[in-house]
């Protein structure tokens, strides 16, 4: 004899639309607690089929299927077996369909599929060398592409996310630095953004590919017009930089530092940006590079004002190794 529960997985692919309707929102209340989602466990094998084929549906429904689905995703076991059963390639199909209108929540399917590796291989299409790098360069286009299509809608606003997942791993971060597809360029000019969430995601992903610094400085300093503002403009105070300073440094620096402007508040910002930087001046041509923009002047000032104790932290951290490498013994701090 059926349970109750999978009587209602059942309703999920009703005839009729008002039982299907009726069922998937009691289904989306239901993966709202705890104790639901724990229940639904064994049965996610018919139930994510059943609501992924409702996300094509009018948004009565589809926004329910796709607010369930996103609880489920929640669960590492589930968003598993979730990646298992394909749904990279479901959400993507979907995503992208002109009539498409639950875009917000599919984004944030992917958010938390991502948040595993199998989800991070899938999203990068690892293993399809005629596909590969297709989903990501698609969402870079629409994250970097879209604006608010309703006052305090930004449907692509999560993808800031997504690339901070993605470029926890080196295959991530290899493909975010291919220069022929140029994704970095783009992701790094989103940090103007007025949203937090896009600016936090962007800080982020530079950050994880200055990991990549050791084997990859030439990709990294080839779109320097825009890294290093990203990087050092969020850690330079508001002070309003004297003219000797800013002519030691590139018009993008030079100009944005010469004027009164707010500090980035965001502590978390700034430590991702400090982050970055040393990474990249651990290597002896990221160095040369950093010096070349004036960039330690910019951190003595960012420095002498700064009170968050990480940020200090983050700031010195980057000082001992200029000092170092200003000082006596700079072959110590090259890369090997």
Same mark, same amino acid.
């Given at each position: ?6 009587e ?17 929102n ?6 709202g ?5 724990q229940?639904?466990?064994k ?7 059943s609501l ?7 948004k ?5 299927a796709?607010e369930?689905?996103?609880?489920l ?14 749904i ?11 009539d498409?209108d ?5 984004v944030?399917?992917?958010v ?6 199998a ?12 596909? &590969?790098g297709l989903?990501? %360069? ?5 994250f970097?592409g /879209?604006s608010?299509?309703r006052?305090? @809608?930004? $449907?692509?606003e999560h ?5 901070v997942?993605?470029s926890q791993?080196?295959a991530?971060?290899?493909l975010?630095?291919?220069?022929k597809r140029?994704?970095l360029k783009?992701?790094?000019r989103?940090?103007d953004?007025p949203?937090?969430l896009?600016?936090?995601g962007?800080?982020?992903t ?11 400085l ?11 503002p990203?990087?050092?403009l969020?850690?330079a105070?508001?002070k309003?930089?004297?003219? &000797?300073?800013?002519?030691? %440094? ?7 530092? /010469?004027?009164?402007?707010e500090?980035v @508040?965001d $502590? ?8 970055a ?6 290597q ?10 004036n960039g ?9 004002n ?23 013994d700079t ?6």
């Amino acid at each position: 004899m059926a349970t109750e529960l999978e009587e209602l997985i059942e309703f999920l692919s009703h005839d009729s639309p008002p039982i299907k309707k009726a069922a998937v929102n009691i289904f989306r209340d239901y993966t709202g607690s705890e104790d639901g989602l724990q229940s639904l466990g064994k049965y996610s094998a018919v139930a994510v089929p059943s609501l992924c084929r409702l996300l094509a549906e009018k948004k009565e429904v589809s926004e329910p299927a796709a607010e369930a689905l996103v609880n489920l995703s929640q669960v590492p076991d589930l968003a598993a077996k979730m990646v298992e059963m394909g749904i990279v390639k479901i959400v993507m199909d979907i995503l992208y369909k002109i009539d498409c209108d639950i875009k917000h929540l599919l984004v944030m399917l992917i958010v938390n599929i991502t948040q595993l590796d199998a989800g991070i291989e899938s999203l990068l299409q690892n293993g399809d060398e005629k596909m &590969q790098g297709l989903y990501i %360069m698609k969402l870079v286009r629409s994250f970097c592409g /879209s604006s608010s299509e309703r006052k305090g @809608d930004d $449907p692509f606003e999560h993808v800031a996310s997504i690339l901070v997942n993605i470029s926890q791993k080196e295959a991530g971060r290899k493909l975010l630095l291919e220069p022929k597809r140029g994704l970095l360029k783009q992701i790094i000019r989103q940090f103007d953004s007025p949203s937090p969430l896009r600016k936090k995601g962007v800080s982020g992903t530079i950050r994880n590919c200055c990991f990549e610094a050791e084997n990859q400085l030439q990709n990294l300093l080839l779109v320097s017009e825009f890294l290093w503002p990203a990087l050092l403009l969020p850690v330079a105070g508001n002070k309003i930089y004297s003219e &000797q300073d800013t002519s030691k %440094m590139p018009p993008e620096l030079g100009n944005a530092l /010469s004027i009164e402007r707010e500090a980035v @508040d965001d $502590p978390e910002i700034c430590v991702q940006a400090l982050d970055a930087i040393y990474l990249l001046v651990l290597q002896e041509a990221g160095r040369r590079a950093f010096w070349s923009i004036n960039g330690p002047r910019i951190l003595q000032v960012g420095y002498e004002n700064e009170e968050n104790p990480q940020v200090i932290e983050a700031f010195e951290r980057v000082g001992s190794l200029l000092i170092q490498e200003n000082g006596v013994d700079t072959d110590s701090t090259q890369a090997t």
